[in-house]
């Protein structure tokens, strides 16, 4: 095999981001028409998308206020949509956790659902990457996503409602979850918690301010984390055998 630089790690990266185009795209032109359409300014669009870089939050938390929910619950229902943050930290910590602390704090805001999906199986596949070659793949998966972001998020925001609706730019949230998502259900934990996920978010459909999908979200963690320690105990050998 030839041999793997930084400067091709970077750029294998960057080829595995770019699909994720065809949905940032109309994603954050939707975002930023969205916001403008409930009150805000361009400036104030602009720094909800730089700040936060979240999309799910950041709409959830938008969709929320303008239907009149108390901020806290606002807060609380985006907070809640970006727990899965920190688990994607966790996760990314055996393989660049041995990075400055500059890295790791650039790292960590641009740790987005699409760099984190592409950089986990990559790094699981390359155990031998060395930590600048996986911040390199990191870095270059981003490349094609979160500037797009914020230039896109910019021209929704000027165009406003100008956007005809017939458009259906929201398509691009659940396209983007799913080409993410689909990938990685590959054990029977992840199988439980979306499932858990998906049948009690429409259980719990008729609770006000989304409060549903918060109730789904931390009973399928339960049940996932629980059907791994399930697995766990099947395949650990008995206490008596030997080493």
Known sequence: MPRQTTKSIYWQGVRDGAPFILVIVPFSVLFGVVATEAGLNVLETMSFSVLVIAGAAQFTALQLLSDGAPTAIALISALAVNLRMAMYSASLTPYIGGATLGQRALAAYFTVDQSYACAIIKFEANPGWSIPQRLAYFFGVVTPICPLWYIFTLVGA???????????????????????????????????????????????????YNLGLLIAGVVAMVVGAQVELILERRIAPPKGDAA
Not at 173 to 193: D, G, K, V
């Open 158 to 208: 000027l165009v406003g409602t100008s956007i005809p609706q017939g458009l259906a730019l929201d398509f691009a949230l659940p396209i983007t979850f799913l080409a993410m998502i689909a990938p990685m259900l590959r054990t029977p934990a992840h199988l439980a918690a979306a499932f858990t996920s998906v049948a009690l978010s429409l259980v719990f459909a008729f609770l006000p």
